[in-house]
């Protein structure tokens, strides 16, 4: 493993002393060292009530002798910033000071900071925000705690992150994984089906390649850092424009293309390739387009995987087309889709066989996701504006499964196939007025038209017959309602308060869920509090289970299932222990109800354990909605955002997690880690000092608790010839502690018109197998048990460039 490891360093070193040469050569070409030089530009805008913000003056710190005015539209443009890390100040009379410290300007690509600013309570006085103040507030100006905003460049640059945002989130507080290949997100506790993706504005089906029906994750995520703007991540008691969620919220946001000048990147590497591309339309206007694909299979990294004999790739491809409208206003069209393909072919030679009869199964499986949008947003006077936006997205997903016959000359024997599909076409409108510097509301309304379509079976040779595990297929309608308000009473007390209405037309459950949030700011200590109650309906496919074993004819016995609902409160006190650093602790406590349970007193089925609408099968009876669930537990972190040349994240999370089945046991749930400690870090070397040559090392650690397990019944389970658990020991088993340590190392050259970047992450640096699951293997009639994944190795050559 070392001697494939050295390997890709060798490559590295390789591409080094290339750029190393290149360098050189630029030196003694006579270009002289400080001439190396881009553009800034950007658009300011107030926080509250999304107006352009026209004659803020933007200066080039420390020695503030560049700068510019913003114009009437409220964009603004800097030209020749020297390359390397540096720093804004944007100031306007009646308005906080807002600061942007050591952002990275390259030569391949122009920097673009598109800034908020809050309206000071004292109209006539200029109010410098002080040192020290969080960088990492959300972009969403209703959000008062467990919110959390995070860059582009954060996703490319944490350890192992593979600049998918999925990844990166899983380093704050109170978030963990699934597993090594899974970016289903665990927050404080609950299952991965509770979280929220929504882009733009609008809900999307779960953008990750590879997912299962009904989850929130995947092997490998279709968002890309490359279209990303600055977004938001919640881990709990969300505004009350957020419905459908009982746990997290991704609300992601894709940015513009430039509107000046076509931009270019190409990146290679050992996960594939991605192309992008953007800039304006026409010359002279600010209608633009940013467009990014990408191609890539695992076969380069077979020798570090341990798929089982699967071959995996996939592609994807992102889009934003955006129109300023002559009136006050935009129009925008956007995009994201995937494709991704997965087989194993069998070997003809029942002598080669393992234990386990892998090379004897065939294997192929296809899916496709797409989402597509247009948002029109509207100015209805300065303080006033409308958004509308409409979707429609699109998930497929086919697999088929096979078997060699060694008695029948290796012929093909079917073993399984599945299907499922989702349709849904989304409308969302939301009004937002800026009553004064004070008070803001916002109100909106939701609408989806849901549809699916699911076979899973199975073929049973000795019928020689199809037999049907889960079916089904339907639509129906969801709509949701809100209004919220923020009032800054005070220059430390702010006050927010909201009314959520959900309603699902399939059976007629709806629910109203009032929010409350309060923090105060006293001297630089905040204290928040925030409380209220959510709620999220299942996939319609768990609505309209069919059971058809009596006389063949089909019921719907889960059809009247309630929503899920839960109560959040999380009280939060944040404070800056130096000029620099910021300490965070939130304490919170979740409690659900409503949950679907099966309908019998020797089952400890509940959808708090389920990841998917698979775990169904487990059920033999009806499900009720009469579970409950208990989430609680403190999150701390303390936090230095990049600033000279090095940045440190240390997260820890301490909580508890239970359920309640049909018969009133309370056990943990499957996700009660009880524990999760992150620790991360990392500096930039400036090779030279005018910052055209940069070298960064990243690390993190990575310390929780284990998985719950519930005890499988060895003699039970070989009688009935299927996974058998001992009555009473659900999910009493915690998996071995998992430990990972991550790393990477990237080295940044700038030239006249183009940024070159090669880096190395490795994913699990030490190697260490973590224990993942046991099952019981019915052909050989023993447990098995499964590890996560080993060392993981990415490196990759990338290009920003102009013409």
């Given at each position: ?27 003694t ?15 300011v ?22 700068g ?38 390259i ?13 000071s309570l004292?109209q ?39 600049a ?40 999307i ?44 919220v ?7 293309g ?44 077979g ?12 592609q ?28 194993q072919?069998?070997v ?41 936006i ?23 024997d ?15 409108v ?27 079976s ?43 209405g ?35 309906p ?10 058809a ?8 016995p ?14 939060g ?9 910021r ?13 679907p ?5 020797a ?13 169904l ?8 909605s ?29 909580y ?27 500096r ?11 070298v ?10 284990g ?34 340590a ?10 006249r ?51």
């Amino acid at each position: 493993m070392m001697t494939r490891t050295s390997n890709y360093l060798l490559v590295l070193i390789f591409f080094l002393a290339l750029q190393t040469a290149a360098a050189q050569q630029s030196y003694t070409s006579g270009q002289p060292a400080d001439g190396l030089m881009q553009r800034v530009r950007g658009l300011v805008l107030d926080a509250e009530s999304r107006q352009p913000l026209p004659g803020v003056t933007v200066t080039l710190l420390p020695d503030r002798k560049t700068g510019t005015v913003t114009d009437a539209q409220g964009y603004f443009t800097i030209d020749r910033v020297p390359v390397g890390r540096r720093s804004f100040q944007f100031s306007l009379t009646g308005f906080d000071t807002y600061t942007v410290s050591e952002a990275l300007v390259i030569s391949g690509k122009e920097l673009e900071l598109n800034i908020f600013m809050k309206e000071s309570l004292h109209q006539l006085q200029e109010v410098t925000v002080t040192a020290g103040k969080d960088k990492t507030r959300a972009q969403n100006e209703f959000a008062t705690l467990s919110a959390r905003s995070f860059s582009v460049e954060e996703t490319r640059r944490y350890a192992a992150s593979f600049a998918d945002p999925a990844r990166m989130v899983m380093n704050f507080p109170g978030v963990s994984n699934n597993g090594d290949m899974d970016n289903s997100i665990v927050v404080r506790g609950n299952s991965p089906k509770g979280v929220l993706w929504r882009l733009e504005g609008i809900e999307i089906p779960n953008p990750n390649h590879f997912s299962a029906l009904g989850t929130s994750g995947g092997a490998i995520s279709m968002l890309n850092a490359n279209v990303l703007g600055n977004s938001d991540f919640y881990t709990g008691a969300f505004p009350a424009e957020f419905g459908n969620a009982l746990s997290g919220v991704f609300d992601l946001s894709f940015r513009n293309g430039n509107t000046e000048r076509r931009e270019h990147t190409v990146q290679v590497g050992a996960l594939g390739v991605e192309l992008a591309t953007e800039g304006p339309f026409r010359e002279g206007k600010k209608a633009s387009y940013l467009v990014n694909y990408r191609y890539s299979t695992l076969a380069l990294l077979g020798r570090f995987l341990n798929l089982g004999g699967v071959q995996p790739e996939y592609q994807d491809a992102a889009f934003k087309l955006n129109f300023p409208t002559e009136k006050a206003g935009s129009f925008s069209v956007f995009g994201l889709g995937g494709y991704n393909y997965a087989h194993q072919s069998a070997v003809t030679d029942s002598a080669r066989w393992h234990e386990e009869d892998e090379e004897n199964f065939l294997y192929e499986a296809r899916g496709m996701t797409g989402v597509a949008g247009v948002s029109h947003q509207y100015f209805l006077d300065r303080n006033t504006y409308i958004r509308t936006i409409l979707s429609a997205s699109y998930t497929r997903y086919a697999e088929d499964m096979d078997t060699l016959n060694p008695a029948g000359a290796y012929r093909r024997d079917p073993v399984g196939h599945t299907f499922f599909s989702n349709t849904a076409y989304r409308m969302s409108v939301l009004y937002n007025r800026k009553l004064s510097a004070r008070h803001t509301v916002r109100a909106g309304v939701n609408g989806q038209q849901l549809g699916y379509d699911m076979d899973y079976s199975y073929y049973n040779g000795d019928e020689e017959q199809w037999k049907n595990i889960l079916s089904g297929n339907g639509g129906t309608q969801f709509y949701q309602g809100y209004l919220q308000w923020k009032g800054r009473m005070t220059d430390q007390l702010t006050l927010g308060g909201g009314l959520h209405g959900s309603y699902l037309a399939l059976n007629g459950k709806y629910s109203i869920e009032p929010r409350a949030s309060a923090s105060y700011d006293l001297r630089g200590h905040k204290l928040s509090l925030a409380a209220g109650l959510h709620s999220k309906p299942e996939h319609i496919s768990t609505y309209l289970f069919q059971n058809a074993g009596q006389a063949d004819v089909i019921t719907h016995p889960n059809k009247d299932l309630d929503l899920l609902r839960a109560f959040h409160t999380v009280a939060g006190y944040e404070t800056g222990l130096s000029r620099r650093l910021r300490m965070k602790i939130e304490v919170y406590y979740q409690q659900l109800y409503h949950i679907p349970v099966e309908k019998d007193t020797a089952s400890s089925f509940s959808m708090l354990n389920a990841e998917d609408v698979y775990s169904l099968m487990a059920t033999r009876q009806p499900l009720v909605s009469e579970g409950t669930g208990r989430n609680y537990g403190v999150d701390i972190s303390l936090e230095r955002p990049f600033a000279d040349n090095y940045y440190v994240l240390a997260t820890g999370s301490l909580y508890k997690s239970t359920y309640r089945d049909y018969k009133g046991n309370v056990y943990n749930t499957k996700f009660n880690r009880g524990h999760q400690v992150n620790l991360i870090g990392g500096r930039e070397f400036r090779l030279r000092s005018d910052g055209r040559r940069i070298v960064g090392l990243n690390g993190k650690l990575l310390w929780s608790g284990g998985m719950r397990e519930s005890v499988i019944d060895i003699d039970r389970s070989i009688r009935n010839r299927e996974t058998a658990y001992v009555p009473g020991q659900y999910f009493t088993r915690q998996a071995p502690a998992y430990f990972r340590a991550d790393a990477g190392v990237y080295y940044k050259y700038n030239t006249r018109k183009a940024t070159h970047t090669i880096q190395l992450d490795i994913q699990n640096l030490t190697n260490r197998e973590n224990y993942y699951l046991s099952y019981f293997d019915s052909r050989t009639g023993s447990i098995k048990k499964v590890n996560q994944l080993g060392i993981l190795p990415n490196i990759s050559y990338r290009i920003d460039f102009h013409r």
